[in-house]
């Protein structure tokens, strides 16, 4: 779920700011929805996770007492795309992550009761789970007249790791432990993969949406849920190993062109994304961190010959850490921190 522009929008706008199209004189060739060509894409997501929710409550006293736990992810993610025609379309997308999570010391020290405890500090780098889609539009460019919906299935391959270990520091020296979820670079199971994007064009404006959804049979994966090191905590069969989750992404807009910029547009919209409390298919015990995250997001894009640039920064507007099926079989509510808002890049070549 990485930075992405929407091709939809792309050569909707297209139609609006080129003298050609507006008089209906754009080829087949020349639509960005042609066919018989490549494309490649590449996508990066800049997160910093620190704020802590229980529901849509805000743990506002984490950031008092310095007990944050604070993730930094750097996510990219590689695409390419092959035009069968100008309706079917299928395409290969790679992520690959850094990321970074800290245990601040003071976390020890408040919940754990151990004094002088160093901050615990974990990475995890490496690529993700591969995921292989077709991609259908309802209606044939360049006959859409200013509308179409498209509809991709597919399926995600466990090439991520799932069971990262990372040397952290404690009171007792260095010690391996098995990094957090929310860093790991895979998930440990295969996912089916549905998603759907649609555009209506509005005399030079575009509406614009979009969603996708992650399906993941298997329950768990087998990893051990056991990242902080130096802490004995009591058994819990229900949680002991991490969950597969699915997920979830749906975002939709506005797009106008920027006047007297030939190629540039502003965008405007709400996203919507998150983690299921229970999955469609299979069971949802293991560990998790479901809940979502609803952003505003304002966003740019500029189309320059076969090349095309986009930047979103979504800024959220309401978190909810939803309890698990963990939680609520035993009437508790984990918490989970999110960020204040994502910075998005995308770049995009046809060729």
Request: aromatic share 10%.
């Amino acid at each position: 779920m990485a930075a992405r522009s929407s091709a939809p929008v792309l050569g909707a706008l297209c139609s609006t700011s080129d003298p050609k199209a507006e008089k209906g004189n754009v080829s087949e060739d020349e639509s960005p929805l042609s066919a018989r060509h490549w494309s490649i894409s590449t996508g990066y997501r800049f997160q910093h996770s620190f704020r802590h929710f229980v529901g849509t409550t805000e743990q506002t006293q984490r950031e008092r007492q310095k007990t944050q736990v604070v993730n930094y992810l750097n996510l990219f993610d590689v695409s390419l795309t092959y035009k069968i025609n100008p309706r079917w379309s299928l395409t290969a997308s790679l992520p690959i992550m850094n990321a970074t999570r800290t245990y601040d010391h003071q976390l020890f020290n408040v919940y754990f009761h151990i004094p002088n405890a160093p901050d615990q500090v974990s990475h995890a780098n490496g690529i993700g789970d591969l995921a292989v889609s077709a991609q259908v539009w309802l209606h044939r460019p360049p006959a859409e007249k200013g509308h179409n919906i498209a509809f991709s299935f597919g399926a995600v391959f466990p090439t991520g790791r799932d069971d990262a270990r990372d040397t952290v520091q404690t009171v007792n020296g260095p010690q391996q432990v098995y990094v957090d979820q929310s860093i790991q670079t895979g998930s440990g199971g295969w996912g089916i993969l549905l998603g759907t994007e649609a555009y209506q064009r509005v005399k030079k404006a575009v509406l614009y949406s979009s969603g996708t959804y992650l399906i993941t049979p298997q329950e768990r994966n087998g990893t051990p849920n056991a990242s902080l090191a130096g802490v004995k905590l009591p058994p819990n069969p229900l949680t002991s190993t991490m969950s597969i989750p699915d997920q979830y992404l749906a975002d939709g807009g506005v797009a106008y062109p920027v006047p007297k910029i030939r190629g540039l547009a502003a965008k405007f919209g709400l996203r919507y994304e998150g983690v299921k409390v229970r999955d469609l298919i299979g069971g949802s015990l293991g560990f998790r961190r479901p809940g979502y995250a609803l952003s505003v997001e304002p966003g740019m894009q500029y189309e320059r010959g076969k090349s095309t640039w986009s930047l979103n920064i979504p800024v959220a507007v309401q978190r909810n850490r939803k309890r698990s099926v963990p939680d609520l079989i035993q009437g508790k509510a984990g918490d989970a921190a999110f960020a204040d808002y994502l910075i998005l890049v995308g770049y995009a070549r046809s060729f």
